[in-house]
T-cell receptor
Framework: GAGVSQSPRYKVAKRGQDVALRCDPI?????LFWYQQALGQGPEFLTY????????KSGLPSDRFFAERPEGSVSTLKIQRTQQEDSAVYLC?????????????FGPGTRLTVL | AQSVTQPDIHITVSEGASLELRCNYS??????LFWYVQSPGQGLQLLLK??????LVQGIKGFEAEFKRSQSSFNLRKPSVHWSDAAEYFC???????????FGTGTRLKVLA
């Protein structure tokens, strides 16, 4: 398909487990974003990549959150020692360029539930 | 700090009725403004955006939005709602020269047959 894909779509983790969420952006898109969407809230920015470089990780809530995009394509968001407050939908978006004027195309999200 | 307010958490309209979803932003200059729609199980889809120029912006699916600088608002409108418009709608702002969206908390639209 031509859109952004994310896997898994649903993830249930026990508190303390590590999880890895995958994002496949649109081919050729330079920019990749991760957002966290808590229940009843709008998405909140987590981190931004331009190609393989992580240019902004100011939104990551703690050092348990780590993101990478080693080859400038697929990205993984890893959460270590998950906590209940990590339960949310994690959205990935890609964009052909880096500026705000470029449309961000969103994936369907991964719903993480931490028990 | 920049912020976006969507004062209506839920809105219910009858099919065929007109719709207006409110969005107010707080920012020192005119930011880039966006409306996205999120259907269940789907990703966010861009409806329309405003950067500059004509303050009435046309989008997809028959939606339009009007930028009013004096009111710091960017309200979304549709003259006649279809049942398929039932979804959650998010207003977002993005300061020029950056890449980050700041989203509102969303308005959930229910359409009555």
């Amino acid at each position: 398909g031509a859109g952004v894909s994310q896997s898994p779509r649903y993830k249930v983790a026990k508190r303390g487990q590590d999880v890895a969420l995958r994002c496949d952006p649109i081919s050729g898109h330079v920019s990749l974003f991760w957002y966290q969407q808590a229940l009843g809230q709008g998405p909140e920015f987590l981190t931004y990549f331009q190609n393989e470089a992580q240019l902004d990780k100011s939104g990551l809530p703690s050092d348990r959150f780590f993101a990478e995009r080693p080859e400038g394509s697929v990205s993984t968001l890893k959460i270590q020692r998950t906590q209940q407050e990590d339960s949310a939908v994690y959205l990935c978006a890609s964009s052909p360029g880096g500026g705000i004027e470029n449309e961000q195309f969103f994936g369907p999200g991964t719903r993480l539930t931490v028990l | 700090a920049q912020s976006v307010t969507q004062p209506d958490i839920h809105i219910t309209v009858s099919e065929g009725a007109s719709l207006e979803l409110r969005c107010n932003y707080s920012y020192g200059a005119t930011p880039y403004l966006f409306w996205y729609v999120q259907s269940p199980g789907q990703g966010l889809q861009l409806l329309l955006k405003y950067f500059s120029g004509d303050t009435l912006v046309q989008g997809i699916k028959g939606f339009e939005a009007e930028f009013k600088r004096s009111q710091s608002s960017f309200n979304l409108r549709k003259p006649s709602v279809h049942w398929s418009d039932a979804a959650e709608y998010f207003c977002a702002v993005g300061p020029s020269g950056t890449y980050k969206y700041i989203f509102g908390t969303g308005t959930r639209l229910k359409v009555l047959a």
